[in-house]
């Protein structure tokens, strides 16, 4: 079956704007639908379903942020690619629209190659979220941990035999009720009832936006109806349920999808972790180097055993140095995982090339690696579209002295062995990728025996305490640094033993790395 055309929304009060970007559109096949203001936009969003939002920033009714934010509080648009059209250059702008939930901006007038290529970029990426939101929660895959979504008309629901079933049923009422369902826990299918009149209103909407991962069973009052029947065959429908059966055939007829759906996604999950097996991008859970008397110890655990968007490397200079960096592509399991080969090369090649023609000395200014490695991840149209932290550590033995320079990490936490002291090296810096001109400073200091230091991300700061369920924060790190700061062989599994049990952390719901560097 082919390919459904994507179907963008453009919003603009400059109809010569909408009339251009229509046309461009169309010329790369794809569907459009104009609105010239806010309000207009949010009216058609609620009939029809779009793969892409495109939106002027400043226009009458309701600007451009307002927008944005109202979708990014409905739940279907919730990860939508939203793109801003602006004339506005100024960094603090583009800053505010990020953090107001936008994906990229197009600065006007409008240039057609870029224009194309930052459509097809974030296109690209909202498809294949669609792909990943197919295997959301696959690693668990256990009937009673599944769900399968009920849409039912409220004063008169059809009875279906709910015990009889092998997974758990949500029943919702309403379309605001079914997209917040959408977005929980593993669905084993979706079943609408022919009498919940609410949800036939938007079905050709809600077949457009699950029909390609969760598979939607039709109750049907009346298969006699010939008329109707034929339209509903027109849809992505997997199977259709007759109220005129007896029960149990009805739940059979759902448990058998139930068992194929269980199936499928078994093939689904080994079929992922055997390409995670074989890609060139591998990282030990455990890893341990040494350089004269400095050691670098390592923890990394990926969420649920998937691949995620932790990052680490080790690259060795000389006898007398190594560069070490550390980071966190945003964004959980395969969706962030996709994007980390990208970063590593990036990140070896700029390295390589800058060691071997000797242009600066990274132990002194690990901040103009990140300058440079910026602006190339600005420019790139696949990886804008996504934000990373980076954190560029140089060890270097020969002058005693341990470099860091940060885009947008954690502060790591140095221990002093001389002044017995533990606090948090002041380094911070903008995400990759977010400004061009970026500048990063560089922190160099001494390190003498005794010395510690540990990085980490936010995979520990973001885990909730099971007593109080809040996050633990920085100060999990520093209690369990401090408690184990004078032991000479420190392992990173000592720190996170700590933590959980101090902090009453039973698990953690992102990928999470250590790196611990001493110096004995």
């Keep these: 079956m082919a390919k459904a055309s994507p179907h963008i929304l453009v919003v603009d009060d400059d109809v010569v704007v909408l009339k251009f970007i229509e046309f461009t559109l169309k010329g790369l096949s794809y569907k459009t639908t104009l609105a010239k203001n806010g309000i207009e936009a949010i009216d058609k969003a609620k009939a029809e379903h779009f793969d892409l939002i495109i939106s002027d920033l400043y226009m009458p009714l309701m600007d451009g942020n307002e927008l ?3 979708f990014r509080n409905t739940p279907e648009y919730k990860h939508t690619p939203f793109i801003f059209l602006s004339g506005n250059n100024e960094e603090e702008t583009w800053i505010k629209n990020l953090n107001d939930g936008a994906d990229d901006f197009i600065t006007k007038p409008i240039k057609q190659k870029v224009f194309v290529s930052k459509i097809n970029s974030h296109l690209k990426k909202a498809f294949l979220r669609k792909e990943i939101i197919a295997g959301k929660e696959k690693s668990d895959i256990s009937y009673e941990k599944g769900t399968i979504i009920y849409c039912a008309n409220r ?16 029943v919702v009422y309403t379309d ?7 977005q929980g826990a593993n669905n084993w299918g979706i079943i609408i009832d022919d009498a919940a009149a609410w949800a036939m209103v938007i079905l050709d909407k809600i077949v457009e936006i699950t029909s390609t991962h969760v598979p939607l069973s039709l109750l049907i009052s009346d298969p006699a109806d010939s008329e109707k029947m034929d339209e509903f065959l027109k849809l992505k429908i997997s199977t259709f349920l007759y109220k005129n059966l007896d029960a149990k055939l009805i739940v059979h007829q759902i448990n058998s999808n139930i068992q194929r759906e269980h199936e499928l996604k078994n093939k689904y999950l080994n079929a992922l972790n055997t390409a ?5 991008i591998r990282f030990e859970n455990e890893f341990s180097d040494e350089l004269n008397d400095f050691q670098i110890r390592i923890l990394h655990e990926p969420y649920d055993k998937l691949p995620g968007g932790d990052y680490y490397e080790i690259i060795n200079v000389d006898e007398h140095c190594k560069i070490v960096v550390l980071g966190d592509v945003m964004g959980k ?3 962030a995982w996709f994007f980390v080969p990208a970063y590593i090369a990036y990140i070896r090649s700029t390295i390589n090339f800058f060691l071997n023609r000797q242009e600066f000395d990274f132990v002194k200014s690990p901040g103009k690696f990140l300058d440079i490695i910026n602006q190339y991840i600005f420019k790139d149209m696949q990886l804008t579209e996504v934000f990373t932290t980076l954190s560029v550590i140089s060890i270097c033995t020969k002058r005693n002295k341990i470099s860091v320079a940060s885009a947008g990490a954690l502060r790591p936490y140095y221990y002093n062995k001389s002044e017995d002291t533990i606090s948090q090296l002041n380094i911070v810096g903008t995400l990759l990728g977010v400004i061009k001109t970026t500048k990063y400073q560089s922190l160099v200091h001494d390190f003498n025996k005794g010395d510690k230091v540990l990085f980490y991300t936010d995979g520990y700061t973001e885990a909730v305490n099971d007593k109080n369920n809040e996050m633990i924060g920085d100060d ?8 184990f700061k004078l032991d000479s062989e420190l392992q990173p599994q000592d ?3 700590e933590l959980t049990k101090t902090y009453n952390v039973s698990k953690f719901d992102d ?4 790196l611990l560097v001493q110096r004995n």
């Design 495 to 497: 720190i996170e033993e």
């Design 155 to 170: 004063t008169r629901p059809f009875p279906i035999p709910r015990k009889l079933v092998k997974t758990n049923i949500k």
């Design 511 to 514: 990928d999470r790395t250590l």
């Design 333 to 335: 399991k395969w969706d």
């Design 476 to 483: 999990a790190l520093f209690h369990s640094l401090n408690k």
């Design 68 to 70: 944005v934010r109202h």
């Design 176 to 182: 605001s009720d079914f997209f917040m369902a959408l």
């Design 276 to 280: 995670a097996k074989r890609s060139p």
